[in-house]
RNA sequence: GCGCCUGUAGCUCAGCUGGACAGAGCAACGGACUUCUAAUCCGUAGGCCGCAGGUUCGAGUCCUGCCAGGCGUACCA
């Protein structure tokens, strides 16, 4: 529709400039937006603001000359005028609109989706939180951002793979082993004391128990070397099965956990770091080795391998990137929390030293989020083990709730959770607005089949009956859904749907409340099915991007 | 100190990459269920878009400088 007038007025600007009335046929390109104001019409142009510096004349009569030769011919623009300092507002007519309908009644599911990936392969890379405690809600967020993008991007024609990245190799995991072998020994009746370095949570005490109970101790109590390493390694594989039962409840399920340590006992990162010493980018100063990024736009150089001979979580990070992009990816997406904003500059020298254009790199920052309980801040500290984990969450507020609060909102904004209101199922809560569009129509359509109404197929006929202010409201708001996913898509930007669906959603229940789908009108009624499966459609399709299910009563 | 993010109605946030008089939702107030689900709808009220300059026909949006909050600035991850 747009774009047929688009070209409408592109012809019409020609067609002026044959006739004498513009000076200059050098056009730009034509940009329509949908005006705010509804007595600005279903469309307007800046067309001729910014030709006036071209054309060498006022905007309002090159407007006024563009609408003279305007070709209306099929009549479905109602009115066009020139409005303001040169803006040509149109005015469609209501059928217009019909055919939207039929687009989504035949395209279904598929209704929205765009093939701007055309195949191309691209990772998401999201979570990956060390295996040392369970995920909190600043996971989740991540979590649902990430995997709604992933959705967004495989609706929109791209070969997308989810992975999550799992750190179980340095020292976070030596520590996590040390804590665990503590306890332990604690249980036995050790008075060693507990570090403050060490992790402090309950969980920790929890996994300790566990190996006692499985008549594990034997490795466990081994000679304390070995015994941290068993510890650290039960740990880390019991919390990482942890996370993912969370993620597989949270509706977030990933195509491969991709294990740091694997890149070491392959010799990805020995074999990386030598080649990046090949190359000159990698260099020994101080007795550590150094990277180079600072030749690339990072603010210095980087250490790979420290003194003591460790690599940094930097070293293998870089062999992990390059194993992406030689594993075929064409795009790589890694979501970070926003306090690892420091690192992008890093990792983008990396990638470019290896000879990767940076452009196929990309970060999406998450703001952490503020739990809150009724307006009132819960107390969350890592170090002291005490935090409100997603299961918990997951437990209290549902699945739905929590995705769609996380995704309601810029991911680059921080977010304020709050428990009670997530849970509360009234209209305070966005979440059971727009899923009750769906249980209602749900409800229709089976009160429909109840009177014998089954045929619901799109028909010009019926569809020339929705004239009323409400329907053509709906039908321009579905015809608005695809560049809502097109955004989407371009910008890595979720929390568009929940925008537009809250839109959708409004327009909806004040269509309810104000007409009967089922009459003892035949055609009409007929017409009026075929609008709300149209709305229950993108309903459905917007919420599952979300990963929010679409109830057929509530 | 330097860098990144944020600042829009009492609260929580949008604002389509520069367009028309700044939009929702909550909360407040007043109305609507003998009807396909009232988890709904209709109406009222609410604003120096953090502040000050600049670019532009035109700025919440772009530039500069301040102010406030968050985060980062490791041989941690």
Redesign the pocket.
């Known amino acids: 529709m747009k774009d047929t007038l688009k070209a409408l007025i592109l012809s019409a600007a020609q067609k002026a400039h044959d006739a004498g009335a513009l000076p200059n046929n050098g056009f730009p390109e034509v940009i329509l937006?949908?005006?705010?104001?509804q007595?600005?019409?279903d469309f307007?142009t800046?067309f001729a603001?910014?030709s006036?510096s071209i054309q060498k004349l006022s905007p309002k009569r090159i407007a006024q000359a563009v609408v003279d030769h305007l070709d209306n011919t099929q009549q479905w623009i109602e009115k066009v005028e020139v409005?303001?300092?040169g803006?040509i507002?149109f005015h469609l007519h209501p059928s217009a609109w019909h055919r939207v309908l039929e687009a989504v009644l035949t395209q279904g599911r598929r209704y929205g989706a765009l093939n701007l990936g055309k195949g191309t392969r691209i990772q998401v890379e999201y979570v990956s939180s060390?295996p040392t405690g369970p995920l909190h809600v600043g996971h989740g967020r991540g979590a649902a951002v990430g995997d709604s993008v992933a959705n967004i991007l495989a609706f929109c024609g791209y070969d997308v793979q989810r992975e999550y990245y799992v750190?179980d190799s340095?020292?976070?995991i030596e520590t996590l082993g040390r804590s665990v072998y503590l306890r332990l020994k604690a249980l036995s009746g050790s008075k060693d004391p507990f570090p403050p370095e060490c992790y402090q949570g309950e969980y920790i005490r929890h996994l300790a128990r566990e190996i006692l109970d499985a008549k594990e101790t034997l490795p466990a109590m081994a000679p304390e070397e070995a015994g941290v390493a068993f510890c650290a390694r039960y740990a880390a594989k019991k919390i990482t099965e942890g996370m993912r039962k969370d993620l597989e409840r949270f509706g977030v399920i990933f195509d491969r956990w991709y294990s740091e340590q694997s890149l070491y006992d392959a010799g990805k990162v020995e074999r990386t770091l030598s080649e990046l010493t090949d190359k000159g980018v990698v260099y020994e100063k101080?007795?550590?080795w150094w990277f180079r990024t600072s030749a690339y736009g990072d603010?210095k150089d980087?250490?790979v391998i420290?003194?003591?001979g460790?690599p940094?979580?930097?070293a293998s990070d870089i062999a992990y990137h390059r194993d992406k992009y030689e594993r075929g990816f064409e795009t790589v997406i890694d979501v970070w929390g926003?306090?690892?904003?420091?690192?992008i500059p890093r990792m983008e020298a990396a990638v470019e030293a290896m000879g990767w254009s940076k452009a196929r790199f990309k970060v999406i920052?998450v703001?952490?989020v503020n739990l809150l309980r009724g307006g009132v801040p819960v107390a969350m500290s890592t170090r002291a083990g005490e935090f409100v984990t997603l299961g918990e969450v997951l437990d209290e507020v549902g699945k739905d709730a929590a995705r769609f609060l996380f995704l309601?909102?810029?991911h680059?904004?921080?977010?304020?959770f709050d428990l009670e209101l997530a849970k509360t199922?009234?209209?305070?809560n966005?979440v059971?607005?727009v899923q009750?569009v769906h249980?209602?129509i749900?409800?229709?359509l089976k009160?429909g089949q109840e009177r014998g109404i089954t045929e619901a197929a799109y028909s010009e006929e019926a569809a020339s009956r929705l004239t009323a202010p409400e329907e053509v409201q709906l039908l321009k708001a579905l015809s608005g859904y695809p560049?809502v996913i097109h955004?989407c898509a371009v910008?890595m930007?979720p929390?568009?749907i929940p925008?537009y669906l809250?839109?959708l959603a409004?327009f909806f229940?004040?269509y309810?409340?104000?007409?009967?789908?089922?009459s003892d009108d035949p055609v009409l009624t007929h017409a009026r099915i075929c609008l709300v499966l149209a709305v229950k459609e993108v309903i459905r399709n917007g919420l599952s991007l979300l990963g929010v299910s679409a109830p057929e009563?509530?």
């Not at 926003?338 to 690192?343: E, K, V």
């Not at 680059?412 to 304020?416: Q, T």
């Not at 199922?425 to 305070?428: G, H, T, V």
């Open positions: 937006e949908t005006p705010k104001v007595a600005h019409g307007s800046n603001l910014i006036a409005a303001g300092p803006f507002n060390n750190n340095g020292r976070q101080d007795g550590a603010e980087r250490v420290r003194k003591d460790q940094t979580y930097f926003a306090d690892h904003h420091g690192y920052l703001q952490l309601a909102r810029h680059e904004s921080p977010l304020d199922q009234s209209n305070e966005p059971y607005y009750y249980a209602r749900s409800s229709i009160k560049e955004m910008h930007e929390h568009r925008f809250m839109d409004a229940h004040a309810y409340n104000k007409h009967r789908v089922l009563k509530m």
